[in-house]
């Protein structure tokens, strides 16, 4: 099983920037994806970016889209670079794992199949 330990969290002022670690241990298959996740107090879960490991391929969310970027060190760490936060990502961020690559599934492009969750960020972005 692939475990999965976020870190990067806090507390940032609006229109600054964060950076989001996620260690993967147990990483084997040649077609695993890697991605991140959000919830927001009193919101549905909110698919934020995938990586496929493999194939490089990234994805993001439209609310996300130009301000965050998803990369890898090719070993075993993924990052999810935000910038210009605003508050309405104040959220709980969640690297998830599957063993499969991103989906496209009724237009966007995710991590459908999890298979592994971390424990979660906290980031917190004020006005």
């Known amino acids: 099983e692939v475990q999965l330990v976020e870190a990067g969290g806090g507390l940032v002022q609006a229109g600054g920037s964060l950076i989001l670690s996620c260690s993967a241990s147990?990483?084997?298959?040649?077609?695993?994806?890697i991605g991140w996740f959000r919830r927001a107090p009193e919101k549905p879960r909110e698919a934020v970016s995938c990586?496929?490991?493999?194939?490089?391929?990234t994805y993001y969310a439209e609310s996300v889209k130009g301000r965050f970027t998803i990369s890898s060190d090719n070993k075993n760490t993924v990052y999810l670079q935000m910038n210009n936060l605003r508050p309405d990502d104040t959220a709980i961020y969640y690297c998830?794992?599957?063993?499969?690559?991103?989906?496209?599934?009724?237009?966007?492009?995710?991590?459908?199949?999890?298979?592994?969750w971390g424990g979660g960020t906290q980031i917190t972005v004020s006005a």
């Open positions: 990586l496929n490991v493999s194939a490089g391929g």
């Open positions: 998830a794992h599957g063993p499969m690559e991103c989906e496209t599934y009724y237009g966007r492009t995710y991590l459908r199949h999890v298979a592994s």
């Open positions: 147990g990483l084997t298959g040649d077609d695993d994806g």
